[in-house]
């Protein structure tokens, strides 16, 4: 079978990559499981699925547990892989007293600030790069609801990348400087969310803030997913901007459980070859990173019941076409 990481990286990316959750969701103790994940010619690059986010580095206030993003820390340096880190700003998983805590403006401001410094010096120049704000704005570009922009206003968008920003140039002389991205789904084709995307990338240019690039999450369905073209041409429209993009979060869903047959999965191939050549079009768009890589730990079932099969690997991780697609076109063929 094609090494997915090897072919990437022959031809100029950074990457090929998949997203991990250890420990405790039994990846940890699956030695198929292990084995894949660890294996560097077919994965060069780990994003936590949920180790660095804020419940669980943060989980009461400034009392910080780096537990189970050291377990990937120690993945990647083991192993020879890039780390994307994820997420330092979002509207879901929040400590408890965050939410409860009935802050000010000001207050809230504060333990923001104390959040992302305090977790981009534990991490340090491990990070290839950090999800500054993940997922701020709703499908019509406006910004969505979350305590920080309830609480905040639009600013706290801003004052995330420029807490980031000092607290990058804050680490020890001689340590590799993450990149600061912004995040999302539903920004991978032209669209108003899209759009929205490009000026928040401007207004932190405009500001002076550091925005180094921006993840696609490209959470797609089969039969779903963005043309080849729709796709090329909204990496395009980042990197004119002067951003990198990454592929961060690919998985491509069947929404009808019975459509898991050989025209179905033909289908998901299809759609996965596009995305992955859209990125192999693309020289800014530096790495592809799919969101695990094996349907039995996909996050899929349980956030859409009776959805699925979404990843590269069946259940019992045989390859399925998908992966042969994604080889495909890697290699340009
Ligand atoms: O840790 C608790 C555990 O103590 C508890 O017993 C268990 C019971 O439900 O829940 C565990 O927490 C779960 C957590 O994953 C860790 O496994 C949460 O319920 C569950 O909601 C959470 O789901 C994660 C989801 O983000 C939360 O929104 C998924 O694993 C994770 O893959 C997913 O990742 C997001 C990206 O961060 C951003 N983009 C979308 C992507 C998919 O939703």
Known sequence: APYLNDLAQAAGKLWFGTA??????????????????????????ITPA??????????????????????????????????????????????????????????????MQNHISNVVAHFGGACYSWDVVNEALNSNGTFSPSVWYDTIGPEYFYL??????????????????????????????????????????????????????????????????????????????????????VITELDIRFTQANATNSTGFAQQAQDYYDTVESCMEVDGCVGITVWDFDDQYSWIPSTFPGEGAATLYNADFTRKPAYYAVGDALQGV
């Open 20 to 45: 991990t959750d250890q420990p405790g969701t039994g990846e940890d103790t699956n030695i198929l499981y292990q084995t894949i994940l660890n294996n560097t010619h077919i994965f060069g690059q």
């Open 160 to 245: 995330a990348f420029q807490f980031a920003q000092e607290a990058v140039d804050a680490l020890p002389a001689g340590t590799p400087k993450p990149k600061l991205y912004y995040n999302d789904y539903g920004i991978e084709a032209p669209g108003n969310k899209s759009t929205a995307t490009e000026n928040l990338v401007k207004e932190l240019q405009a500001r002076n803030i550091r925005i180094d690039g921006v993840g696609l999450e490209s959470h797609f369905e089969v039969g779903g997913t963005p043309s080849l073209e729709d796709q090329i041409a909204q990496k395009e429209a980042y990197v004119a901007l002067g951003v990198e993009v």
């Open 50 to 111: 949920n180790a660095m986010k804020f419940v669980s580095t943060e989980p009461e206030q400034n009392v910080f547990n780096y537990t189970g993003g050291d377990i990937d820390v120690a993945i990647a340096q083991d192993h020879g892989k890039y780390l994307r880190c994820h997420n330092l700003v979002w509207a879901t998983q929040i400590s408890d007293f965050v939410l409860d805590g009935n802050w000010s403006a000001d207050e809230l401001t504060a333990i």
